[in-house]
């Protein structure tokens, strides 16, 4: 994933950030090889969303998604050295915003909870992501991309994507 420098405005870590709605629109697995994980879960009978890719498997899970993904790839993106001995959990539970400005101030209200910043809001191929760890080290992403299609209740709606 390339990553650009953002400007300012994602850069701030404001203590009053804005809190994201209690919801989580994607559970993220870094997977040794994505197309026989996919092929796993295909198995199980779970219908393989279209409007994935050979490198981005996704699944509706109704309202949310499991998505898989490189591990590797994973690993780079969320600025982990290597995908082993790290402390790497190949696991990431994603918030999806509903615009770029989102994204850094949820960010600054997970460090003022008590979190760890883990990748600053920086402006990517796709959109704007960054990373944090609860108290415990789970990782969490807070990602912003056109191509998310959501219900009025701000439900994912995984098979279909903006053009």
């Known amino acids: 994933m390339l990553e650009k420098p953002v400007g300012t405005e994602f850069n701030a870590l404001q203590p009053n950030g804005l809190a994201p709605s209690q919801r989580l629109h994607i559970i993220l697995l870094g997977v040794e090889d994505v197309k026989k994980s996919a092929r796993f879960y295909e198995l199980l009978g779970w219908k393989r969303s279209p409007a994935g890719n050979d490198g981005f498997v996704k699944f509706d899970m109704g309202g949310y998604a499991l998505c898989l993904i490189s591990r590797e790839d994973f690993a780079k993106d969320a600025r982990y050295e290597t995908s082993e001995g790290n402390g790497f959990s190949g696991v990431v539970f994603i ?20 979190g760890t910043l883990v990748k600053p809001a920086t402006r990517t191929h796709w959109g704007v992501a960054g990373y944090f760890k609860d108290l415990d080290g789970h990782l969490f992403e ?7 299609v959501f219900s009025e209740g701000h439900r994912l709606v995984v098979d279909e994507v903006n053009q």
């Open 95 to 114: 918030y999806l915003a509903k615009n770029p400005e989102e994204v850094p101030r949820i960010l600054a209200k997970a460090v003022a909870s008590g």
């Open 142 to 148: 807070v990602d912003y991309e056109d191509t998310w």
